[in-house]
């Protein structure tokens, strides 16, 4: 009875799991993966001008115009909004222009000394800094000037017979200076300088200019004589200093630098090609500038002696400065360091410690923000330092590039540029191989993926507004969200389509009683174009599928019946073509 009870009995047939790519994820070259991991996302072996949205979607990406076609060869950038207006300025040979980025027209504002080589601008305080490995130029309401130097306040209500604190500390990039004093006894006209002084330029008694043969240094003493002066005169004298050991070529050769300040943006630093130095400013205020612009017209920029800092141990010169939330990370090219920035250390060696003896940036733009933390492109892959402040080891650096190795090895790292996006939570990235070919990888932060477009070599990344751009010679691009195609060659040249393409890791369907795909379902939007799905099936078998859009343009969903035949593997390939934003939201292949 028994036996014949459990010969009746029916079991439950087991079933396939279907394959579900409900999310897709970036480039890994781990190879195969099994079903379960499509709850996070399906792998990609290659990913090309698709952008992966934070909710799991294939994206085509948008494309890039033509904005402007500079007067020659671009040294330098800046783009940003000065009291709410967005202002460009491009730097062509030795010509400053201004862009209207509307127009893409170009207005001349003036000249530098050089015509090559490297230049940059820094935004700071209320102007725009342009350092052109000459000199150093100031840009303010459009006018640009030679920047000498800001002449400090040495002193500052000293007496005639007392020498007294310094107030300001002498400026290294100049030497100008200013005293105040009172006279406290007419017994001696001699006014103590603590420096040797080369020429009076200015001089005043109480408030009043006078003729400048009532002074003269002294020859063999730090001093300053003034004749016919009377008990409670206030003098004042603007001076030039003997000694000329500045650095104004220094930081006029400077190759890079940013705004810094801890909690404040309140300071300029700059860093040299040649030195492992950091020039630090300091901020000066309307009235001393004022002040200063009495007898030195035009000098805004105050470095003092004592903020010039050695940093590291000088086997590299500093590629790359960069903040990481109240700390400041001093990138080389074999190196990182975190700088202690007590402005008030008086030292020449500016307190660092190394946190990595083998990671740093072989290129000047090689460092940029993702989300809070440094990303640095070294010269074994992609790094991302860690959020963690408490930490200095050299676990601090973390290499993200593995799953895409096998596309930076051809690359050069100190070609790199990079950029955040900080719209998209993205950061673009951009190499050159030794015969001046692109690539560009794009690192989702939020996804912690990466996935790349096909795009022309970038001599830099920039920010032109809002948008996104680059740099090729002369030419300046940007990406714009209106545009489903590319247009390389302006506004009246020829449309470029842009193919997007991906695909999948070999999928491992399981179990040795699966025997076919059965159906395939999508979820897909198009405005135009189409996508095609392909099905690599144990490495030959090829089943096809087409989604098209609809003339409503509504949301599309479809499901077809296929027949795979039995097998064990299967890879899937989308390529979107044609004009249109084309996305794919979502696959299922039906497996029994």
Known sequence: MSNKKATNMKYPKKTAKDLVMSSFSGIDTDGYSHPAVSREGIHASESQNLRITQEGSLLKREGFKLLSSAPSSIRAIWSGNIEGILRSYILCKDTLYSLDVESGNYTKIGNVDTSSGNAHMIYYVDSIYIFDGSYIYRLKNDEISLDF??????????????LGTINEPRNAICNFARYTYTVSSVVTPVLRTAYKVASVKAAFVNGEPIDLSRCAPTDFTEAVTVQDLKEGDRVELHVCLEDDSTVYKELASSIGGMVYGKMTDSVMLLHTSDKNRIYFSRIVDYSSLKASDTAFSGGSLYIPFDNIKTVGDGRYGISAIHRHYDRLLVFTEGETWMADTDFADTKDILP??????????????????????????????????????????????QRISAPVDHLIKNFLPNTACTLTDRKRREVFITMKDSEGKSLWLIYNTALRTFYRFLCP????????????????GEKIYVFDDTLSVDLPNGENGENELIEGYYVTNIHDLGSHDIKHISSISA???????KIKLGMECDGEKQLSATLYPKEDHSHLTYKHRISSGRIKTVRLVAIFTGCGRQSLHGITLEVR
């Open 523 to 529: 979820s897909y939007d198009l405005t135009d174009g």
């Open 149 to 162: 130097g800001y002449a400090p306040l040495i002193a500052d209500n000293w007496t005639n017979t007392f």
């Open 457 to 472: 070599a970038a001599d830099k990344l920039l920010y032109v507004g809002n948008k996104v751009g680059f740099i090729q």
């Open 352 to 397: 660092t410690m190394t946190i990595n003896a083998s990671v740093g940036s072989p290129s000047l733009y090689g460092v940029c923000m993702a989300e809070n933390t440094p990303l640095s492109v070294s010269r074994d892959g992609i790094y991302l330092f860690t959020t963690d402040t408490d930490t200095f080891d050299e676990c601090n650096a």
